[in-house]
Every structure is written in structure tokens, then in C-alpha cells.
């Protein structure tokens, strides 16, 4: 059962919290033109403490994005350039040895890799092969990377905002079932409006220089996430989740005919977890201190679409899981209160 909260401190935190999202929106603007619901979805993925994938073709911002994201947050920024090349310790760290000078003494000592930061932005993740990839598992589920059997705790907060290359495309390596798993929204990105599209060509092509500001640093964030984390859900809110998550699995006995019929796996228990979340924060965004079944379909599509697989029959029948799931929203009904 939902706990007793004060309503009016509650009141009172939502509309801090509202305002500074829509603080960091106004800076983020200054340089991304358009793109409005990708911007509000990383952010909440953000206030929601979650990893954020952007799918995109390449020339769309998504790097710009998070560059400047990371400029308008007081935070430590680093960016990654995935590569074929790149190897795990390019990311976690390795060890090197020291020798003491005048003596024969060696240790060996842990170099924190650029995982070391509160905005990691890695950028072409699927241009790397699998086992660098996996790299960041640990990072991104326990926030800490272990080496050499000694544990080294991330800094606080600590998001991973990674662009991606459409799969079809040459030079790519398809993210693994478990790394997708962690990134709490999969965010497609497509191409700007006709006037998004001028003004990004008017902007860009004359001696124009934009500097933003800070407006929020690490531990306003953890205070936002708190925020976002107490906002009260009603059971009925809770069991339309659920149904969502559980009847999107194939061998689910109550799963719709077109569930069986075109998935080979659905979602798992993470996607329920993040859908809350999600909807605690555009609840919370949206000045209220109640979260309804609106707030969690506003997120279905970012939270389940890379955590359902489409089979054999659905790609001849040219189906892909942006369907799935508007079927899926169509087919789950509301329970009664």
C-alpha cells in the first residue's frame, strides 16, 4: 500500500522539480532546434536515475544533445568514441606498474578509466564488437567497476547516454539481449520538421557562438530523484503495469493471439520497474502528485520496444515492435480502481 505523504511538501518539491526541468530545457534549446519529446525523454530518464539509448542516423544531434545536456548540469562529463578497436580497459581502466624510485619495490595501480564521471556519453556504442560493449554491464547495473578483485565505486549520479546507428547499416555489432536490458528508454530519433530544418541551417552556417550556463549540479539532481521516487502510485496503476509487462511474453496463458503469434520473448520484470518510474516523473512534471495509466502509456514504446523480440512471422508480415506494442496498449484494459 501506497505510505501516507504531506501533500503540501509534496506539492511544494513537484513544482521545484518541474521548474528545474524546464530550466535545463531552456538551455538545451539554445543549440537543439525541434526535438522536443526526445529532450523531455532523456531528461526524464535522468530525473528517473536510468541509462538512456539514442537510435538515430547519423547527422540528427544525438551527440550534440549530450554534449550539451552535460554542459547545462554542473557535472563531470566524459564522452567515448566506440570504435572496432576500442578494448575493455579503454573504458573501465587498467593497471599499471609503478616502481619506486632508488628502489626495487613494483605495485601495481588501478588508472580509472573515462567510466570515471557522472555523464558518460558513449557515442556509436554498436560500432564497438560485443566484449567491449559488455564493459559497461557491471557499470551501468551496480555503479561501481571491479578490478583485479578490488571494487571501485562510480561517482554520483552516474547516467550512460549512448547513441546508436540504425543496425541495417554497415560497421555495426548488434547490442546484446542483457546490454539493451539496462538502458532504461530506447529514444528513436528521426529526422527535424521542414521549419526545425531552416532554422538548423540558418543557425549553423554563420559565426555563431553559444555558451550555457549551469543551472544544476550533482546533488540537486540525487534531491530530484528522491522527488521523483516518492511521488505515491495507487495499486490500480501498479496492476495496469504489470498486465502490460506480463502480457507481452509469449507463453503468458493470457496473452493475446498476436503476442503468441509474433514474439519469441516479451518483456521482464525491469520494464515494469522503469515504466513506473517513468510515469512518477512525467506525473511529477506535469505539476501532480498522482500518477494515472496515461502517465505510463506516455512511455511503453521508449521502455519495451528493445525489450521484445519480433519473430520469423512477424518480419514476413512486416511487422516490428513499435506495433506490437500499439496493439499490446489497445489490448490491455485499465482495472477498476
Request: proline letters at 7%; charged letters at 25%; a neutral charge.
Amino acid at each position: 500500500m501506497p505510505q501516507q505523504i504531506d501533500t503540501d511538501k509534496m506539492i511544494a518539491e513537484i513544482s521545484k522539480l518541474s521548474q528545474s526541468f524546464q530550466e535545463i530545457k531552456k538551455e538545451i534549446g539554445k543549440v537543439i532546434v525541434g526535438q522536443e519529446d526526445v529532450i523531455d525523454q532523456v531528461l526524464v530518464t535522468v530525473l528517473s536515475g536510468g541509462h538512456c539509448l539514442i537510435l538515430g542516423v547519423p547527422g540528427l544531434a544525438k551527440t550534440l544533445l549530450v554534449r550539451c545536456l552535460g554542459e547545462a548540469m554542473d557535472l563531470e562529463f566524459n564522452r567515448i568514441q566506440f570504435t572496432p578497436d576500442l578494448m575493455p580497459s579503454d573504458i573501465t581502466g587498467t593497471e599499471i606498474l609503478d616502481e619506486e624510485v632508488g628502489s626495487a619495490k613494483r605495485s601495481l595501480r588501478f588508472v580509472k578509466g573515462p567510466v570515471f564521471t557522472n555523464i558518460l556519453l558513449a557515442d556509436e556504442i554498436n560500432r564497438t564488437p560485443p566484449k567491449t560493449q559488455a564493459a559497461l554491464l557491471e557499470a551501468m547495473q551496480e555503479r561501481h567497476v571491479t578490478n583485479g578483485g578490488m571494487k571501485f565505486d562510480l561517482p554520483a549520479p552516474f547516467f550512460v547516454l549512448a547513441t546508436q546507428n540504425p543496425i541495417e547499416q554497415e560497421g555495426t555489432y548488434p547490442l546484446p539481449e542483457a546490454q539493451l536490458d539496462r538502458f532504461m528508454f530506447l529514444v528513436r530519433m528521426d529526422y527535424p520538421g521542414r521549419k526545425d530544418e531552416i532554422q538548423i541551417i540558418g543557425q549553423t552556417t554563420v559565426n555563431r557562438s553559444v555558451k550555457l550556463k549551469h543551472v544544476i549540479n550533482g546533488p540537486r539532481i540525487m534531491e530530484l530523484q528522491r522527488i521523483v521516487r516518492d511521488i505515491p502510485v495507487s495499486d490500480h496503476v501498479l496492476a495496469y503495469t504489470a498486465d502490460l509487462v506480463r502480457m507481452s511474453r509469449p507463453g503468458y496463458p493470457e496473452s493475446p493471439e498476436f503476442i503468441r503469434k509474433n514474439l519469441n520473448y516479451g518483456a521482464g520484470p525491469r520494464a515494469g520497474q522503469y515504466l513506473i518510474l517513468a510515469a512518477k516523473a512525467w506525473a511529477g512534471l506535469n505539476g501532480r502528485v498522482n500518477v494515472c495509466c496515461e502517465d505510463v502509456r506516455r512511455s511503453v514504446q521508449s521502455v519495451m520496444f528493445h525489450r521484445i523480440a519480433c519473430n520469423f512471422h512477424a518480419a514476413g508480415e512486416g511487422i516490428g515492435p513499435a506495433d506490437i506494442i500499439n496493439k499490446l496498449i489497445k489490448a490491455v484494459p485499465e482495472p477498476a480502481e
